[in-house]
């Protein structure tokens, strides 16, 4: 059992763990042009699509969907991705995590979620989330506010979408939208430090109210990376047992990501 088994800042590496289930049978699917097909058989091919709303009242207001549309635009551009080490209490690293932007229509995003055992091993996809990040930044009290448009995972050689939508922590631990956008109350800050992250340097990390559930240190300066994870610890910083992860590269279509 993991040592830090039932605390508030244990269950998402315990999640975690049980994503690394699907690795095995994991394959990166199709091109991201295929997405927004009306073509039958890509549909087929990729179930999880970016759709046209046909909601008989919008989830969030004008004021939301406008920020999620510029937030999707200026942080989310099809092609970026983000990658995370998590490393044991004695620095030695145990996976790699890498969420990708597959696609964007809107304030829509698709994003694959990748990781890997080993450094020199590919990265395997193995689930897929289709969110709203207008949904997201009109949930500006607590996360059960809103859910995923669709969430998928790769099992058995193809995709299959998970009955609950709800696991918004996924997202949520990786990027908090309301620091992104900046001036948000729900960006309220509860702590603050500096220090090296590897895929930026010396940093200024934030915690926020509204994210306090994810127990992730949060890109507060350089401005431009505002609201990426940069560092977490699963259970008390330090300590033996305590496995963290930490942001060690950015980049877009497989160019690095300026500093």
């Known amino acids: 059992l993991h040592p830090h088994r039932g605390t508030t800042a244990s269950r998402s590496f315990d999640t975690y763990m049980l994503h690394l289930r699907h690795l095995a ?5 199709g091109a991201s042009a295929a997405l927004f097909s009306s073509d039958q058989a890509a549909r087929a091919r990729h179930p999880l699509l970016l759709e046209e709303r046909r ?36 620095g ?7 969420y990708s932007v597959l696609s964007t229509r809107g304030d829509e995003v698709l994003i ?19 969110l709203s990040l207008s949904d997201s930044l009109a949930a500006s009290s607590h996360p059960s506010q809103w859910s995923f448009r ?23 631990e990786k990027f908090n939208s309301f620091l992104m956008v900046g001036g948000a109350d729900a960006a309220e800050e509860v702590a603050t430090r500096r220090c090296e992250i590897a895929a930026l340097g010396e940093t200024k990390l934030v915690q926020s109210d509204r994210h306090r559930h994810t127990a992730a240190w949060y890109v507060q300066e350089p401005q431009r990376w505002a609201g990426l994870a940069a560092l977490k610890a699963f259970g008390e910083e330090g300590a033996p047992g305590t496995y963290v992860f930490e942001l060690i590269a950015c980049g877009s279509d497989g160019a690095p990501m300026p500093t």
């Open 112 to 130: 694959d979620m990748a990781s890997k055992m080993r450094e020199t091993d590919d990265y395997q996809v193995w689930h897929r989330m289709h």
């Open 92 to 98: 030695q690293p145990s996976s790699w995590e890498r």
């Open 150 to 172: 669709k969430f998928g995972y790769w099992q058995e050689g193809k995709w299959w979408e998970a009955p609950h939508r709800d696991n918004v922590q996924a997202f949520e």
């Open 55 to 90: 909601h008989s009242k919008p989830r969030s207001g004008p004021a939301h969907v406008a920020m999620g549309r510029q937030l999707a635009s200026s942080r989310f551009k099809e092609g970026d991705w983000f990658e995370w080490e998590y490393r044991d209490s004695e």
């Open 25 to 29: 049978g994991g394959a990166a699917v």
